[in-house]
């Protein structure tokens, strides 16, 4: 079966937040390929409109299709950056992710890809996190039943919610995991020679 991943993006989206995830989700089509088998994923990105789309750090990326030509989604991953701020009011895309929701199979987000998650209603009376910057204000918004803070990914039911920005890596392994079993995460994050260790190792 090919699951169909969307990923949202919108100006002033943070770059790593949604291209982490990417790599981490068309690796894993290329170690299905490698071994003779169906790539299980179409990976797209999608936005309002078909114009490209400036990010935080200003990358510019070209979306593979409006939300409004997508009914249907297996799953939906929504990342932060400030233009997280100014969507939380677009009662139009938040509608679209009530509506692709429902029947996802995984709901996720990266950093303050969570505020729209709990802006829009899926991630409302459930437990989440956010980059350690965000924790505070999601708090006062009082939508989710509880921010986590010093966590890389948080599960509540069918919803991911990762941390800032380098988390959003470890939550898509997690989700290769939960889809393919924790041998094929592992396989990945090895083929993204994907191993993390603290900067400045020189310096001991």
Known sequence: MTRTIGILVFDDAEELDFVGPWEVFTMTNEVFAMSG???PYDVLLLAEREAPVRCAKGMRVLPDRMVSQCEKLDVLLVPGGMGTRREAEN???LAWIVRIAEDAEWIASVC???LLLTA???AKGK???THWAFVEQLRARKEAAEVLERVRYVR???LVTAAGVSAGLDMALWLVGQMHGTAMAR???RAMEYDPAPPYAADV
């Open 156 to 158: 509540d039911g069918k």
């Open 187 to 189: 396989t990945v994050q």
């Open 127 to 129: 437990r989440v996190t």
């Open 120 to 122: 829009a209603g899926p």
């Open 37 to 39: 088998r169906e790539r």
């Open 91 to 93: 009662r139009a895309l």
């Open 112 to 114: 303050t890809g969570a």
